[in-house]
């Protein structure tokens, strides 16, 4: 299979691969491997995956890799050798905070705090930036794009993606991905937003030992809290109100997995996103 975009000529090393099982934490039932002569990012061999050795250096990602991680990058039909370091970091740290909060946290939400933009001095590939007025995360690098050069593979198994069904991810890079839609700032987005900003979210305090503890506790299933009038850090009238019922809660996670589910299959078929920005 040829690709359809143009990769720079690996430089990793098996040093470089020992080093991830050495200094930091990748089990050794995780099958690591350099790309073959002529493998991309984008015509990985069957039964693997490719990824970046920034991602395990400064941009937080572990093995298992988080289900969440996995199911947007499902949703939005991306490998995840499409995205730079920007877009993960940013992935990490909502996930991670939200989890911390108790909040359900997913694709949807995301793309309520970011714009994901496709990076046309690396064509094929996704960062994200804040939206206006919805900065969350502070200081994430807005491109790194050296990272490409860092390529490797992994084998798609029990100990690298945990239960998730990986026939779910695409195999292919995707050119486009489908529009956000709406950027109507509601009220669960304005309570989920002041709850975020709690405490420092500062990338730098996002270190591997507090990401396997966060990603080790139970996926959030609570709303944030409603807004009334007031006045908060951004100079909006808004104000914390009382959470919803546990009842409700329940089902509204139970919605989002349904509606999550039912655009998996599609994306199995082959199904064509299409539309930017994004």
């Given at each position: 299979m040829c690709s359809s975009f143009n990769f720079p000529r690996p430089t990793t090393t098996a040093d470089d691969l020992e080093n991830l099982h050495e200094f930091h934490g990748v089990n050794r039932s995780v099958v690591l491997d350099l790309a073959r002569t002529g493998e991309t990012p984008e015509?990985?061999?069957?039964?693997?995956?490719?990824?970046?050795?920034?991602?395990?250096?400064?941009?937080?990602?572990?093995?298992?890799?988080?289900?969440?991680?996995?199911?947007?990058?499902?949703?939005?039909?991306?490998?995840?050798?499409?995205?730079?370091?920007?877009?993960?970091?940013?992935?990490?740290?909502?996930?991670?905070?939200?989890?911390?909060?108790?909040?359900?946290?997913?694709?949807?939400?995301?793309?309520?705090?970011?714009?994901?933009?496709?990076?046309n001095q690396t064509p094929g590939t996704f960062l994200v930036s804040p939206r206006p007025g919805r900065h969350i995360i502070e200081y994430i690098y807005y491109r790194d794009e050296k990272c490409r050069e860092q390529f490797f593979v992994f084998r798609m198994d029990r100990a690298s993606m945990g239960d998730f069904d990986f026939s779910w991810l695409s195999w292919r890079w995707a050119e486009n991905i489908v529009h956000a839609g709406s950027s109507a700032m509601s009220d669960e987005i304005c309570g989920m937003m002041r709850i975020l900003r709690r405490g420092q979210s500062n990338w730098f305090i996002f270190d591997q030992t507090r990401i396997r503890t966060v990603f080790a506790l139970p996926v959030g299933t609570g709303k944030a809290s409603l807004i009334t009038k007031s006045e908060d850090e951004t100079g909006h009238s808004w104000d914390l109100a009382g959470a919803s019922s546990s009842q409700d809660q329940s089902l509204d996670r139970l919605n989002r997995q349904l509606v999550r589910r039912s655009k998996l299959p599609g994306l199995r078929r082959g199904v064509e996103l299409q539309g930017s920005p994004l």
């Open positions: 015509t990985v061999r069957e039964g693997y995956y490719g990824a970046y050795l920034s991602f395990f250096h400064s941009c937080g990602l572990i093995f298992p890799i988080p289900e969440p991680i996995l199911e947007i990058l499902a949703e939005l039909g991306l490998s995840l050798s499409q995205l730079l370091p920007n877009f993960l970091r940013h992935l990490v740290a909502f996930l991670v905070r939200a989890r911390e909060e108790g909040l359900a946290f997913g694709l949807s939400e995301f793309r309520q705090f970011v714009l994901v933009k496709q990076n």
